[in-house]
T-cell receptor, first 116, second 114 residues
Framework: AAGVIQSPRHLIKEKRETATLKCYPI?????VYWYQQGPGQDPQFLIS???????DKGSIPDRFSAQQFSDYHSELNMSSLELGDSALYFC???????????????FGSGTQLSVL | AQRVTQPEKLLSVFKGAPVELKCNYS??????LFWYVQYSRQRLQLLLR??SRESIKGFTADLNKGETSFHLKKPFAQEEDSAMYYC????????????????FGQGTILTVHP
């Protein structure tokens, strides 16, 4: 079965460069979540999208932006990269089931970003 | 293979009843263990981590190395506890990086009836 796909798997950038991370949710999933996991830390929620609209926003820096496209894949754009941005970025997708809630999350393997 | 197992996909209890969400892990090292909760259409939230031994929202979880379990418990369930719960071990020695490897279980949907 198809899972959540993230690309690239690894990314190395220098300070002040830009990076774009991509997340391809499970087919027909309409919700995508982005998380940032620093070294030895638990994941921090960045942002989420439902039906191509931003549904929730967490601790996402102003240098970052994200969007969900018509095919439901999402991209996280990161500009003016800093050393502290080095982390594992992973996304999760789910299929909204209306008021019932409790949609199950499916997690991607993550993109490991290293800023030098 | 290293993995985490949440054997119950669905757990249904009545308000005021005790609840236990099971989590078993198989890791060669000593992972840090977390429980995450996701309320209806909200972000994933950290519920508790075993190293802090804090009790959040009345939930507790004890690491049992002999049984390799980290079951989440609450003596008296409330309706607002209805959510999806994920057990997540963080193996700092895996993943080939300093980030370690965080693996989420399949999740257990808890429904608390009035």
């Amino acid at each position: 079965a198809a899972g959540v796909i993230q690309s690239p798997r690894h990314l190395i950038k220098e300070k002040r460069e830009t990076a774009t991370l991509k997340c391809y949710p499970i087919p027909r999933h309409d919700t995508v979540y982005w998380y940032q996991q620093g070294p030895g830390q638990d994941p921090q929620f960045l942002i989420s999208f439902y039906e191509k609209m931003q549904s929730d926003k967490g601790s996402i820096p102003d240098r970052f932006s994200a969007q969900q496209f018509s095919d439901y894949h999402s991209e996280l754009n990161m500009s003016s990269l800093e050393l502290g941005d080095s982390a594992l970025y992973f996304c999760a997708s789910s299929l909204s089931n209306g008021a019932a809630g409790n949609e199950k999350l499916f997690f991607g393997s993550g993109t490991q970003l290293s800023v030098l | 293979a290293q993995r985490v197992t949440q054997p119950e996909k669905l757990l249904s209890v009545f308000k005021g009843a005790p609840v236990e969400l099971k989590c078993n892990y198989s890791y060669s090292g000593s992972p840090e263990l977390f429980w995450y909760v996701q309320y209806s259409r909200q972000r994933l939230q950290l519920l508790l981590r075993h190293i802090s031994r804090e009790s959040i929202k009345g939930f507790t979880a004890d690491l049992n190395k002999g049984e390799t379990s980290f079951h989440l418990k609450k003596p008296f369930a409330q309706e607002e506890d209805s959510a999806m719960y994920y057990c997540a071990p963080l193996d700092l020695n895996a993943g080939g990086t300093s980030y370690g490897k965080l693996t989420f279980g399949q999740g257990t949907i808890l429904t608390v009836h009035p």
